[in-house]
């Protein structure tokens, strides 16, 4: 539960091998999307709405 807003935030994501898709939503009702949030990467920089493209290669093995 988000303690700012008070609701019960959930997200969905799809990944494929240069994409990862979030999708976030209340109360599991995905027809309920959250649009007004702020993203951040691993480091703490606030990312732009929007596609992202990393600045450097995440240290990914595949299985």
Same mark, same amino acid.
């Given at each position: 539960m988000s303690a700012v *807003?008070?609701? &019960? =935030?959930w997200f969905s994501t799809q990944v494929s091998q240069d994409c990862i898709a979030v999708w976030i939503? *209340? *109360?599991? &009702?995905?027809?309920? =999307?959250v649009l007004d949030c702020q993203v951040v990467d691993a480091d703490g920089t606030f990312l732009d709405c929007g596609h992202q493209t990393p600045s450097r290669p995440a240290d990914f093995t595949p299985v």
């Open positions: *807003e008070g609701i &019960d =935030v939503y *209340e *109360e599991g &009702d995905p027809a309920k =999307v």
